[in-house]
Nanobody
Framework: QVQLVESGGGLVQPGGSLRLSCAAS????????MGWYRQSPGSQRELVAI???????TYGDSVKGRFTISRLDAKNTMYLQMNSLKPEDTAVYYC?????????WGQGTQVTVSS
């Protein structure tokens, strides 16, 4: 079992920045891939960024060049640095971790971009 806890969401003005954190605990050695997804009301959950075990990254088209995913193994924590935020980035952001057998999800953290 893997447990994930997100933090760092909040209200920010357009053009501002936020950093989300995802703390992993439990059987973390079984994790292959970690990532961030987001979901806004009335929309499907969409990929934001993925970080594979070999440190390769994949970003959703809408966040390329603005968001950066990273992981600090010493703290068992993954981060999402979000810059140049836009109102359309408003959503609940979910942390995800996958093993060979299943995916795990955090509870989500709200990010609201508004003036």
């Amino acid at each position: 079992q893997v447990q994930l806890v997100e933090s760092g969401g909040g209200l920010v003005q357009p053009g501002g920045s936020l950093r989300l954190s995802c703390a992993a605990s439990g059987n973390i050695l079984t994790i292959n891939t970690m990532g961030w997804y987001r979901q806004s009301p009335g929309s499907q959950r969409e990929l934001v960024a993925i970080l594979a075990r070999d440190r390769t990254t994949t970003y959703g088209d809408s966040v390329k060049g603005r968001f950066t995913i990273s992981r600090l193994d010493a703290k068992n924590t993954m981060y999402l640095q979000m810059n140049s935020l836009k109102p359309e980035d408003t959503a609940v952001y979910y942390c995800m971790a996958s093993t060979v057998s299943r995916q795990y999800w955090g509870q989500g953290t709200q990010v609201t971009v508004s003036s």
